[in-house]
């Protein structure tokens, strides 16, 4: 991860990840995390690059999400709509 201050801004985010659809928008997480050059990413790979910079496997929409056991994920929900 790119530093404690930012894994600090992130986790104040997450509470809006769940808040409602748009309370905050990827890339504002993705900002949060210091993530740069993401301009151009699909949603899915957007979210991936989300997932490891917090350290987590990259598997937003993997073709196994629907046996995945990562119950608390905060992209769960939206990852496994077909």
Same mark, same amino acid.
């Given at each position: 991860?790119? &530093?404690?201050?930012? @894994? %600090?801004?992130? #986790?104040?985010?997450?509470?809006?990840?769940?808040?409602?659809?748009?309370?905050?928008?990827?890339? %504002?997480?993705?900002?949060?995390?210091?993530?740069? &050059?993401? &301009?151009?990413?699909?949603?899915?790979?957007?979210? %991936?690059?989300? %997932?490891?910079?917090?350290?987590?496997?990259?598997?937003?929409? @993997? #073709?196994?999400?629907?046996?995945?056991? #990562?119950?608390?994920?905060?992209?769960?929900?939206?990852?496994?709509?077909?």
């Amino acid at each position: 991860m790119a &530093g404690d201050g930012l @894994a %600090q801004q992130f #986790e104040a985010l997450k509470p809006f990840l769940t808040a409602g659809k748009g309370a905050v928008s990827h890339a %504002q997480v993705a900002a949060a995390l210091g993530l740069t &050059g993401i &301009g151009k990413l699909r949603k899915a790979e957007l979210i %991936q690059q989300i %997932q490891q910079a917090e350290g987590n496997n990259p598997c937003y929409g @993997a #073709e196994w999400r629907h046996s995945c056991a #990562e119950m608390f994920c905060c992209w769960r929900s939206d990852c496994l709509k077909d």
